[in-house]
T-cell receptor, first 114, second 112 residues
Framework: GAGVSQSPSNKVTEKGKDVELRCDPI?????LYWYRQSLGQGLEFLIY????????KSGLPSDRFSAERTGGSVSTLTIQRTQQEDSAVYLC????????????FGSGTRLTVV | KNQVEQSPQSLIILEGKNCTLQ??????????LRWYKQDTGRGPVSLTI???SENTKSNGRYTATLDADTKQSSLHITASQLSDSASYIC???????????WGAGTKLIIKP
């Protein structure tokens, strides 16, 4: 596709439920990032995928968070047993490389845990 | 600790006026510095990327400057337009890893 696509755009879930957020990166982009942005805050790094290398999961805030990237393309971020503090906008970005190339961001998934 | 600080936190100016946003960072070692524009409800969009050897880079009405010695950058917007209303985020890439260090952004509002 022409850009990074994320779905759903909005998700309201009850506390304790599991949610899955999807990211379709730009075709051919080998690097994929997940970020979280809480209201009025800067972006918080969650996880990074690069090609077939093992992902960098160092930003995941707890073991309730996990992500996978199938076939080097689509990625899914899963949050188990959601808590109210998980409410945020979850942004996915992809790039050709991780240095001088700019990222292309999706529009994000706004997650609200009630 | 690697940090990126931006000022002002928010800014309101009249359409047609110029403005300058500031970014100070303590990231070391340093690879490149980026400015992003984020419209409400959208993902950030890249405006400029500068390496430590570049002092200035322009993208239309946006001009970014970088002083790697003082670890300061600025984003100058000329002849502002209503569509410039957004958050402007300064982001620094350490050369030691790929994780970017994000500032909290400056919220810019352009009034007619």
């Amino acid at each position: 596709g022409a850009g990074v696509s994320q779905s759903p755009s909005n998700k309201v879930t009850e506390k304790g439920k599991d949610v899955e957020l999807r990211c379709d990166p730009i075709s051919g982009h080998t690097a994929l990032y997940w970020y979280r942005q809480s209201l009025g805050q800067g972006l918080e790094f969650l996880i990074y995928f690069q090609g077939n290398s093992a992902p960098d999961k160092s930003g995941l805030p707890s073991d309730r968070f996990s992500a996978e990237r199938t076939g080097g393309s689509v990625s899914t971020l899963t949050i188990q047993r959601t808590q109210q503090e998980d409410s945020a906008v979850y942004l996915c970005a992809s790039s050709l490389a991780n240095r001088l190339y700019g990222y292309t961001f999706g529009s994000g998934t706004r997650l609200t845990v009630v | 600790k690697n940090q990126v600080e931006q000022s002002p936190q928010s800014l309101i100016i009249l359409e047609g006026k110029n403005c300058t946003l500031q970014c100070n960072y303590t990231v070391s070692p340093f690879s490149n510095l980026r400015w992003y524009k984020q419209d409400t409800g959208r993902g950030p969009v890249s405006l400029t990327i500068m390496t430590f050897s570049e002092n200035t880079k322009s993208n239309g009405r946006y001009t970014a400057t970088l002083d790697a010695d003082t670890k300061q950058s600025s984003l100058h917007i000329t002849a502002s337009q209503l569509s410039d209303s957004a958050s402007y985020i300064c982001v620094v890439a350490p050369s030691s890893n790929y994780q970017l260090i994000w500032g909290a952004g400056t919220k810019l509002i352009i009034k007619p």
